[in-house]
């Protein structure tokens, strides 16, 4: 059964930073893909970061260095870091993965076919 399992979620201070997983089951996370969204209330979703296992990394514009995507294939999970957290990157945080290796429309919610249940990040200043 295929399914991402996404936790490290929490409250956290402007200033921190949290680690954020997404436990793969059901392929391998050197197969395909994979992205982590967010979605704040009342907002679209977007993308954040995209991971390719042939090795290319995109982040979203808004990223400014703050947010490191990598992943452990041995543990297969998928990992985000936000670092510096802001006020405005509280929201729903959800990894998806595509059904081909490369990262095309590595942003566009409709290229993913495999969602997590997401975890939830809020910042307070």
């Known amino acids: 059964q295929v399914q991402l399992v996404e936790s490290g979620g929490d409250s956290a201070r402007a200033g921190g930073s949290l680690k954020l997983s997404c436990v793969v089951s059901?392929?391998?996370?050197?197969?395909?893909?994979m992205a982590w969204f967010r979605q704040a209330p009342g907002k679209e979703r977007e993308g954040v970061a995209s991971?390719?296992?042939?090795?290319?990394?995109s982040y979203a514009g808004f990223t400014k260095g703050r947010f490191v995507i990598y992943k452990d294939n041995s543990k297969n999970t998928l990992y985000l870091v936000i670092k510096s957290l802001e006020p405005e990157d509280t929201a729903m945080y959800f990894c998806?993965?595509?059904?081909?290796?490369?990262?095309?429309?590595?942003?566009?919610?409709?290229?993913?076919?495999?969602w997590g249940q997401g975890t939830q990040v809020t910042v307070s200043s």
């Open positions: 998806a993965s595509q059904t081909r290796p490369d990262c095309d429309n590595a942003f566009a919610v409709g290229a993913y076919s495999t």
């Open positions: 059901g392929f391998s996370t050197g197969t395909y893909c």
């Open positions: 991971i390719s296992p042939y090795g290319p990394i």
